[in-house]
Structures are given as C-alpha cells and as structure tokens.
C-alpha cells in the first residue's frame, strides 16, 4: 500500500491545519489507520488513530481535545484536523495503516507508512 500524505505548512501557534493521507488501494477500508508524528532528536509517537468504520478513535494524551481523526473509506483518506496548535506540535507527520481494524499506539502494528509531511507551528 502506497500512503501520500498532505496539508502540512507554516502556522502560528493556535491556528488550524487540516492533514490528509490517500492509500493507493481500497483494501485499506478493513484496516485501522493513524497518524504518528517524529520531531527533531525524538522517537517517532503516536498522535490518533481511527478504526475500519470509523466509529472508534484514539489520542494520544497531547492532542486530546485538539485533534480529531476522521476517514472517508470512499476515497481511501483519512484526515487530521488539527486545532489550537501549539510549538510542540512541530514535527513530521506520518500516516500509517495498522495490521488490525482497530488502532494501537505501538508502532509495530503498522505494515505500510507515508512519507512524512512537515507542520510548523511558530510561536
């Protein structure tokens, strides 16, 4: 499965980005797919995931209240939006489909990534 991720840019802190993240295939609808984010010198953590029908979403403790995950199986996306952004949200976003239809937050339950796409939120 190929991932194209989009939507990242330039913000200032407590504006708005909304992330997408197209799968080259619609086998991806039974599948969980999340977001991570890896700034700079840090590990790669988990942001939200949402699973294969889109009733069941999870955050990381972050972005809770700020961040809202969503897919549109139609199309094969799955979207970030993202609010009341704040500096520590800078970083590399990453879409991923998990092997599972519900998300986990562990990395190793992810078979197939995007390649990144950069937020940048200036304070």
């Known amino acids: 499965v190929q991932l194209q991720a989009s939507g990242g840019g330039l913000v200032q802190a407590g504006g708005s980005l909304r992330l997408s993240c197209a799968a080259s295939r619609r086998t991806v609808s039974n599948n969980a797919m999340s977001w991570f984010r890896q700034a700079p010198g840090k590990e790669r953590e988990f942001v939200a995931g949402?699973?294969?029908?889109?009733?069941?979403?999870l955050y990381s403790d972050s972005v809770k209240g700020r961040f809202t995950i969503s897919r549109d199986n139609a199309k094969n996306t799955v979207y970030l939006q993202m609010n009341s952004l704040k500096s520590e949200d800078t970083a590399a976003y990453y879409c991923a489909v998990g092997r599972q239809s519900v998300p986990s937050r562990s990395r190793s339950s992810y078979g197939s990534w995007g390649q990144g796409t950069q937020v940048t939120v200036s304070s």
């Open positions: 949402i699973g294969w029908r889109g009733g069941f979403t």
